[in-house]
């Protein structure tokens, strides 16, 4: 039985060579090489791909693209710091699954795992929110191909390419595919690419899509499909600078092609923008790698969490500017308004409407209730109740430290016995 983690559905890459594995392009394949030799980052367009970059430069945005990849299956907006993994045990192994294999995200981020969007027929189910796309950072100018690899396994599978658009074409050219957009899922795993062709004399940022439809032999789509994934592409008229050399800023460096080439963390023409993942949200802006700068009333590592000027109580947490997210059996704006009309007795908290916590040795909706406990007070009450001081609270009656001692009538100014009055506790 395997545990696996559905967690993305794209490797991003940098084309560098037009060769095929497996039948499709590849994206990465000289990656692997680590070449050293500085080549030119030129225009991105569809007939004008640069031959390869160095890898340091690949590594850079590779590895900020898997960070992409990853968040879209990933709860994206983050009220806390951990992030966690959708997983499911399938003792299964031979469905429909689509992928990015495990030499590819170890060269983007240094660890060898299998990355899923569709695991043995099941797609994940964060892929399929339709806002996820708002919340996912720019593809940088230097990526421009997407490679996924997938098998059918021991069943038939039939795909169909039925959206590869791009919304401003005169930034962004649409988007194609290295292998025909309709056919039969590979029963093998094979890997084939979305190139993504700027129109190489625009700079700008547009959105495309990319609409994925997976059917049975039967005709019937696999549940989840079509995948509709929406992006944005950063495209950038790169030519040579012949003041390259002083305008690159953030510590780019200006090889012998006068083009900047940017370190970890940066990107743009002249180095200028810094990376974060994930953004900075809430109007923060990111100012150095990872580095958010967060507007007034904001705070956090991504500007994620709120600032209160006035504390939020009964354990309440702020959670955006001036709003607190309150403890249940609270409310208003700073959680200062208990739903227990009559309040919790004896350090009880409220836990729903008029119903209390209370703590050991009471109990009713509002902790006014004790409860006789021998282990509680060194020796029982005998007409009591033991209270969580150590202490008896006598019955109607009664006194005494143990209340074991009865109160005595007295009579009233007549002589005539009765309730006339009764002396008083001690």
């Excluded at 160095?54 to 898997?66: H, R």
């Excluded at 997983?87 to 899923?116: C, R």
């Excluded at 021991?154 to 401003?168: A, E, Q």
Aim: proline fraction near 6%; aromatic fraction near 6%.
């Amino acid at each position: 039985m395997k545990n696996r983690a559905i967690v993305g559905s794209i490797a991003i890459t940098d084309p560098s060579a037009n060769r095929t594995v497996n039948g499709s392009a590849s994206c990465a394949e000289k990656l692997t090489a680590g070449t050293d030799k500085h080549k030119r980052l030129g225009t991105l367009g569809a007939q004008t791909m640069p031959e390869t970059t160095t890898a340091t430069g690949q590594q850079q945005a590779l590895a900020l693209l898997l960070t992409l990849t990853v968040a879209l299956t990933l709860p994206v907006v983050v009220h806390s710091r951990q992030e966690y993994y959708y997983t499911y045990q399938d003792p299964y192994d031979d469905d429909l699954s689509l992928w990015i294999n495990e030499q590819q995200v170890k060269i983007f981020s240094g660890v060898a795992m299998k990355i899923y969007a569709i695991d043995n027929g099941r797609v994940s189910p964060h892929i399929r929110d339709p806002n996820f796309s708002q919340y996912l950072p720019v593809i940088p100018s230097e990526v421009s191909c997407v490679n996924f690899t997938w098998r059918a396994g021991s069943k038939k599978y039939y795909y169909n390419f039925d959206r590869l658009m791009s919304v401003d074409e005169n930034i962004l050219k649409p988007p194609t595919i290295s292998i025909k957009t309709t056919g039969r899922v590979p029963k093998n795993a094979k890997e084939f690419s979305v190139i993504l062709p700027c129109s190489g004399n625009v700079s700008g940022i547009a959105m495309f899509s990319i609409g994925l439809l997976i059917q049975t032999r039967k005709g019937k789509p696999v549940p989840g499909t079509p995948l509709r994934i929406k992006l944005r592409k950063e495209c950038a008229h790169r030519g040579p600078d012949p003041e390259c050399d002083r305008k690159c800023a953030n510590k780019g460096v200006c090889n012998e092609d006068k083009i900047c080439q940017c370190p970890e963390g940066y990107m743009g023409q002249y180095c200028q923008t810094a990376l974060c993942y994930p953004q900075c949200m809430n109007g923060g802006n990111c100012t150095a790698p990872g580095t958010c700068s967060c507007p007034p009333g904001y705070q956090g590592r991504h500007c994620e969490g709120g600032i209160c000027a006035e504390k939020c109580l009964n354990g309440g947490k702020c959670i955006q500017k001036d709003k607190c997210e309150c403890t249940k059996g609270y409310y208003g704006l700073r959680c200062e308004y208990s739903k227990c009309v009559i309040p919790c007795l004896h350090d009880g908290k409220c836990r729903g409407v008029n119903k209390c916590r209370c703590k050991p040795g009471l109990s009713g909706d509002h902790c006014q209730i004790g409860r006789r406990q021998r282990s509680t007070c060194k020796r029982p009450c005998k007409h009591g109740l033991c209270q969580p001081n150590h202490t008896c609270a006598c019955d109607s009656g009664w006194y005494g430290r143990l209340c074991n001692q009865r109160e005595k009538k007295r009579r009233n100014i007549n002589g005539v016995g009765g309730d006339a009055g009764r002396l008083p506790k001690k």
